[in-house]
């Protein structure tokens, strides 16, 4: 039987749903891509300490960051945040509106503010509309589950969806009195199909960026399952312009899941990806332990490749045929395939090292340098 060359496989369309309308500025709705977003942990009075954190966020990808402003000494260090961090920041404010006007007189890139915890807010939007106006400052409308009006409570007996959109678009309305429309929203709720069924309703009433999260989402594992299947839901379906993953972990764990669900959906141009078998009885590798050396090994890799490890041959040639790289293993050997072709055959010692020298010179011929990241070996030891 002949040899038959089948190269590398067309990837199939995208089943996402076009990408919503919206107005938006500092790099949010319109026609920027869906960006992903933390907050700091820091007591943003300590200026060093936040703008480290900052720094730490803006290596790992993060585009927009929130800082809290609960109290006079974090309202005083916003100018220099705001000045000397790399990426937009953004003043979350509670319960004191003064706080409002201090970000904005600071230059912060937007202001979140949670109308249903500041007191006598909607007393003061004509003075924050004409504020933010004049400094062109977006205002984001927050409203979370755990702090709605209690108004809507009363009326709704708890925090529906419906009482989320209704909180938000009639707080967008008092704003639209005084001609003021630089506003994103964000309806939150620990609840993914809560939460997922009010940003529906929102997106059929209004233009506004939205900025999606499923607050309080829980410890890494849980919040990370949360999020990601509320923002593909809303994603694939072309809702949501920024997001934020809301974890109980250091926040660069809540940007690397953020980009990792964005890179999933196709929003964002893929980085590294290890594709892996679940490994079974058919199984003549470790592939846990195999994958888990791949992905070390190839950690901050800077080109965008995705890397097939395969631990039998049921599976592994075609799925190792359709990476970038991969390696189908089997009776102490790996065969290692680039972009559809298998180049060699080495002893399953050598697998790691040899997809690390094939994943560099595949790099340089994408003009990529493969030591742009100091976690790349040079050589495999």
């Not at 992903?36 to 290596?59: G, H, K, P, Y």
């Not at 839901?233 to 997001?243: P, R, V």
């Not at 290692?336 to 080495?346: D, Q």
């Amino acid at each position: 039987m002949p040899n038959v060359e089948l190269g590398m496989p067309q990837p199939p369309p995208r089943p996402l749903a076009k990408r919503r309308a919206s107005v938006g500025s500092v790099g949010v709705g319109g026609d920027h891509p869906v960006s992903v977003q933390s907050m700091t942990t820091t007591r943003t009075s300590d200026v060093n300490a936040t703008l480290q954190q900052i720094a730490e966020l803006t290596a790992s990808g993060c585009q927009l960051v929130r800082v809290a402003v609960p109290t006079q000494d974090d309202a005083d260090a916003l100018a220099t945040i705001a000045e000397k961090a790399q990426i937009p920041v953004i003043a979350d404010i509670h319960f004191q509106p003064k706080y409002v006007f201090a970000a904005i007189d600071a230059g912060c890139a937007a202001v979140r503010v949670n109308p249903g915890n500041i007191k006598q807010f909607d007393d003061r939007v004509k003075e924050i509309a004409a504020a933010a106006s004049a400094a062109g400052t977006p205002i984001r409308i927050g409203v979370n589950a755990g702090s709605l009006d209690a108004r809507l409570l009363a009326k709704y007996g708890k925090a529906t969806p419906e009482a989320l959109v209704e909180s938000a678009l009639w707080e967008c309305s008092l704003f639209e009195e005084y001609d003021f429309r630089d506003i994103k929203i964000s309806v939150k709720h620990n609840d993914p199909v809560v939460m997922v069924n009010a940003y529906r309703l929102l997106a059929e009433q209004c233009d506004y960026p939205l900025h999606l999260g499923v607050t309080e989402a829980g410890p890494a594992f849980q919040g990370t399952i949360k999020s990601a299947v509320a923002f593909g839901a809303l994603l694939s379906e072309g809702i949501g312009d920024t997001i934020r993953v809301s974890l109980s972990a250091p926040p660069t764990e809540e940007v690397k899941v953020g980009l990792q669900i964005l890179e999933s959906l196709d929003l964002r141009q893929r980085g590294l990806e290890i594709v892996s078998c679940p490994s079974c009885g058919r199984a003549q590798v470790d592939v846990y332990k195999l994958a888990d050396e791949v992905n070390a090994a190839l950690s901050g890799f800077p080109a965008p490749l995705r890397v097939a490890v395969m631990g039998c041959v049921v599976n592994g040639p075609g799925e190792a045929r359709e990476a970038d790289l991969g390696v189908a293993s089997g009776n102490g050997k790996g065969q290692i395939f680039v972009r559809g072709k298998v180049v060699k055959t080495v002893p399953e010692s050598k697998i790691v090292e040899t997809l690390i020298e094939e994943a560099m010179r595949i790099a340089e011929e994408m003009g990529i340098d493969p030591l742009g990241s100091d976690d790349i070996p040079s050589k495999a030891t």
